[in-house]
């Protein structure tokens, strides 16, 4: 397997990854699917704002993606960001996120970052291990604050920061 930037020609494969989550988990809040033109206009301007969109490629078929994104548009926030990963149906408990997070968090050690912070539908055990595994502490819980599926959903946050 390997990580790589995401290319504008990946669209397509992430798309159907994410879409996936909006049909069949809370791990998105999202309700509607999003096309692959959508799902390029995200990774350009994530791209553009200068944050790495990871893709991991086996066997030149794209199983999983990460990414960081401006955890807010204040200025203040600047030196904080929020990390999602996604892994394809099917190849979940394989490492593709571990390898994924292993890169993601790499480019924001070597950057201008401070803190790192990811938002996990609960429960999740899996996403919550992952996000632990790299030094990510629980900081915040949500009761309720999302509604997918006729449920009510809480939201965990995990944060870490960078020693500098």
Request: glycine letters at 6%; hydrophobic letters at 40%; proline letters at 3%.
């Amino acid at each position: 397997m390997q990580i790589r930037p995401a290319k504008p020609l990946d669209s397509a494969s992430i798309v159907l990854i994410y879409n996936h989550y909006i049909d069949n988990s809370y791990a998105t809040f999202e309700i509607e699917r999003i096309d692959a033109n959508e799902m390029l206009r995200r990774i350009q301007a994530i791209q553009a704002a200068g944050y790495p969109f990871l893709v991991c490629e086996d066997e030149d078929e794209i199983v999983g993606y990460a990414y960081a994104n401006r955890y807010k548009p204040r200025s203040a926030y600047r030196h904080s960001v929020e990390v999602t990963v996604y892994i394809k149906d099917g190849f979940a408990g394989i490492g593709v996120g571990t390898l994924l997070y292993e890169q993601l968090f790499s480019e924001l050690d070597n950057g201008d970052i401070h803190a790192v912070i990811a938002g996990i539908s609960q429960p999740n055990d899996a996403s919550v291990r992952l996000h632990e595994k790299f030094g990510m502490e629980k900081v915040a819980h949500f009761r309720e604050v999302g509604r997918k599926f006729d449920r009510w959903i809480d939201v965990g946050y995990w944060e870490r920061v960078i020693a500098k």
